[in-house]
């Protein structure tokens, strides 16, 4: 059996994207509350205040802040080992800067774990992903302002605190390297600078967004500082998201720039998180691209210090990269990249490659040795409700099966990977259009892209599916 005993079987979610609710409990507005819904080819806008006319998806998702029972029921019917959320921040402190959390945010949380916990679910839980108190952005513009460091320190102690009995695995921030492409300036940094409107073409200041990002590494790091003083028993991991190339020719140009968005995009921030430092082509990195940051000493123990105990990633394709100017453009969850010809894609252009799962895990391990785990991978696509309430998804059941069998090689070759949550295993809005057409769930949410729907849960066939893989730790793949 090539899956370790206790392999975390599961799925992942967020809150912004799942939970609704947005003005309930007294939770305050979040920056994901101001993004309105968009498609695959016209983009999200982010709006500055609420107006009229616009509709903000993630105001009410899918509803789990009123569902959650029954959707961590239906998880429980799964089998499932690990459910890896979110925490809003909003929730717990409305603005970021009272001195006294939320009661009504900590106690919808707690109700959420102690659900878990009667299905047997072990919770791995974000600090942070994808949103931030709407005032620091409004206030500080976001993680540009070091400020906010101390802001969300005060927000990770309370929360590892009161739950310090209740949750074992955490996660800092998702997708923190996010923060290297300008996209990442409004959902990952809180950044929003003047003139931003499209989500896809924010007015960007390289400068600020790798300060910002830095700003992130030293909470980050603080975070597990703070977490593994709280309760040693934690286990503190990052995530990272991994956006592998491959070089579309073996043309040493196109080898060269290979290894320059591995070092760029994949291993800046996974490096100064497991290793302490930043990695010695930080500095010729900055000096191309006139970065000049302010890091000082403390910054530099604080990194040393709170470096994390497993790597987490989120993993769903792979793109090219090539010096040539021809070739055909492909696209991606963050990144755009040039097209692989030995690769099929999804329809919304991502290209599905399992073997760059199984490439992926061995290049982490051999560069860390820690253990890994997999937070997010899966397949966004156009489900059907059928009028007897069945939906076949037989395109997500390969996708996840070609998956699993990479992992399963992974393992095999020695990587050490410690479980596997498959994104958006109930439909949720999705981060970069908004939509919940594009759905990821083994389970369906009866809702549409303006909100409009029952709210109802149907199984798909995935859902039966995976049942029988978590059952048998990976064994029946059939
Ligand atoms: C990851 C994010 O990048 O990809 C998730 O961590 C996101 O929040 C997921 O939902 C899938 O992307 P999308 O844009 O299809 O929702």
Same mark, same amino acid.
Do not use: M, V
């Given at each position: 059996m090539p899956f370790p005993k206790g392999f975390l079987w599961g799925g992942a979610t967020a809150a912004n994207q799942i939970e609704g609710g947005y003005d309930e409990c007294g939770k305050g507005l979040s920056i994901a509350d101001m993004l309105t819904n968009g498609t695959h080819t016209s983009p #999200?806008?982010?709006?500055?205040?609420?107006?009229?006319?616009?509709?903000?998806?993630? #105001?009410?998702?899918?509803?789990?802040?009123?569902?959650?029972?029954?959707?961590?029921k239906l998880m429980g019917e799964m089998g499932y080992k690990a459910y890896r959320m979110s925490i809003g921040w909003s929730r717990i402190y409305p603005t970021g800067e009272e001195e006294?959390?939320?009661?009504?945010?900590l106690q919808f949380y707690k109700k959420v774990f102690a659900c878990l916990k009667k299905h047997g679910i072990e919770p791995v839980v974000t600090l942070s992903h994808y949103e931030m108190p709407l005032n620091l952005t409004n206030k500080y513009n976001g993680w540009a302002d070091r400020r906010v460091i101390e802001l969300f320190v005060k927000y990770a102690r309370t929360v590892f605190d009161y739950y310090k009995d209740d949750v074992k695995y955490w996660l800092t921030f998702n997708e923190i390297n996010c923060g290297c492409l300008p996209l990442g300036n409004y959902m990952s940094l809180g950044i929003r600078n003047e003139g931003t409107r499209s989500f896809l073409s924010q007015v960007d200041d390289v400068n600020k967004r790798y300060q910002a990002l830095h700003h992130q590494l030293v909470a980050s790091a603080r975070a597990v500082m703070e977490g593994h003083r709280i309760n040693p028993e934690f286990r503190i991991g990052n995530m990272i998201a991994m956006m592998p190339v491959y070089p579309l020719t073996c043309n040493p140009k196109d080898m060269l720039?290979?290894?320059?968005n591995w070092r760029e995009m994949q291993y800046y921030c996974g490096d100064v998180q497991v290793r302490g430092a930043y990695p010695y082509f930080a500095e010729k990195f900055w000096k191309d691209n006139g970065i000049s940051l302010e890091i000082t000493e403390e910054d530099r123990e604080t990194l040393k210090k709170g470096t994390v105990d497993f790597y987490s990633f989120s993993y769903y394709q792979t793109n090219c990269v090539t010096t040539d100017k021809n070739a055909a453009v492909s696209a991606g969850n963050l990144l755009m990249g040039v097209k692989n010809p030995y690769l099929q894609a999804n329809d919304w252009g991502w290209q599905i490659d399992p073997d760059g799962l199984r490439y992926t895990l061995n290049e982490l391990y051999s560069r860390y040795g820690i253990p890994l785990l997999i937070v997010e991978n899966g397949l966004g696509a156009k489900d059907v409700l059928e009028e007897d309430g069945t939906i076949h998804d037989p395109y997500r059941i390969e996708y996840l099966r070609s998956h699993i069998i990479a992992m399963e090689q992974a393992v095999e070759d020695g990587v050490d990977l410690f479980g596997y949550t498959w994104w958006g295993c109930i439909d949720l809005v999705s981060a970069s259009t908004g939509e919940m057409a594009k759905r990821y769930g083994f389970i369906y949410v009866d809702s549409d892209d303006k909100g409009n729907g029952t709210f109802k849960r149907y199984r798909k066939d995935s859902f039966y599916w995976y049942k029988k893989v978590i059952e048998s730790n990976g064994e029946n793949l059939d």
């Open positions: #999200r806008i982010i709006s500055s205040e609420t107006e009229e006319g616009l509709y903000y998806p993630n #105001r009410i998702a899918s509803d789990f802040y009123h569902h959650y029972e029954e959707d961590i006294q959390p939320n009661e009504g945010g720039l290979f290894q320059k």
